[in-house]
T-cell receptor
Framework: EADIYQTPRYLVIGTGKKITLECSQTMGHDKMYWYQQDPGMELHLIHYSYGVNSTEKGDLSSESTVSRIRTEHFPLTLESARPSHTSQYLC??????????????FGAGTRLSVL | QKEVEQDPGPLSVPEGAIVSLNCTYSNSAFQYFMWYRQYSRKGPELLMYTYSSGNKEDGRFTAQVDKSSKYISLFIRDSQPSDSATYLCAMSRIQGAQKLVFGQGTRLTINP
């Protein structure tokens, strides 16, 4: 079982609020990722990080921002939530050492609803 | 055109049936191939991993990769109601950013 944790699991919030979705992993993985997934749709990569102080935007444009100050922690922030941000957000991590298989391990996700 | 195509279903079969799930892809540089299972309101969990071409078997699950046809399959034998979930294929290149590219996922229901 993967040791990657996301909080909160569910969040209902009003328009204009600032929110931070937390993601932590205890596997010592260098690489971490944030995906957005709408019901019945594929995962879209919105941010990734290959190590501390390294962050990149993913394939899907997002108004969210991320930071990577510690290896184990990769929070995602929305400065001003809007109904269009309603979705499920999934965090993942993978190893990058010699022999790494590029397998990503996922957290349980945060289901965000913006009213 | 998407890099990875997967029929979203839904697919509904009786308990005990053999299930075949498939993905096609367009990028010949893909070398790592994975199948993830995602239960409702949960994150995806790795089910099978294959490097390059060939077959891999794990219990009731068999993964096949045919790189010449750019086609991968997941077979589930003696399917159980607990296998009801969405199955996502994923793949990546061996070089470069190694980001995973996911299929849309196939929603599978096994009926008792």
């Amino acid at each position: 079982e993967a040791d990657i944790y996301q909080t909160p699991r569910y969040l209902v919030i009003g328009t204009g609020k600032k929110i931070t979705l937390e993601c932590s992993q205890t596997m010592g993985h260098d690489k971490m990722y944030w995906y957005q997934q709408d019901p019945g749709m594929e995962l879209h990569l919105i941010h990734y990080s290959y190590g501390v102080n390294s962050t990149e935007k993913g394939d899907l444009s997002s108004e969210s921002t991320v930071s990577r100050i510690r290896t184990e922690h990769f929070p995602l922030t929305l400065e001003s939530a809007r109904p269009s941000h309603t979705s499920q957000y999934l965090c993942a991590s993978s190893d990058s050492g010699p022999g790494a298989k590029n397998i990503q391990y996922f957290g349980a996700g945060t289901r965000l609803s913006v009213l | 055109q998407k890099e990875v195509e997967q029929d979203p279903g839904p697919l509904s079969v009786p308990e005990g049936a053999i299930v075949s799930l498939n993905c096609t892809y367009s990028n010949s540089a893909f070398q790592y191939f994975m199948w993830y299972r995602q239960y409702s309101r949960k994150g995806p969990e790795l089910l099978m991993y294959t490097y390059s071409s060939g077959n891999k078997e794990d219990g009731r699950f068999t993964a096949q990769v045919d790189k010449s046809s750019k086609y991968i399959s997941l077979f589930i034998r003696d399917s159980q109601p607990s296998d009801s979930a969405t199955y996502l294929c994923a793949m990546s290149r061996i070089q470069g950013a190694q980001k995973l590219v996911f299929g849309q996922g196939t929603r599978l229901t096994i009926n008792p």
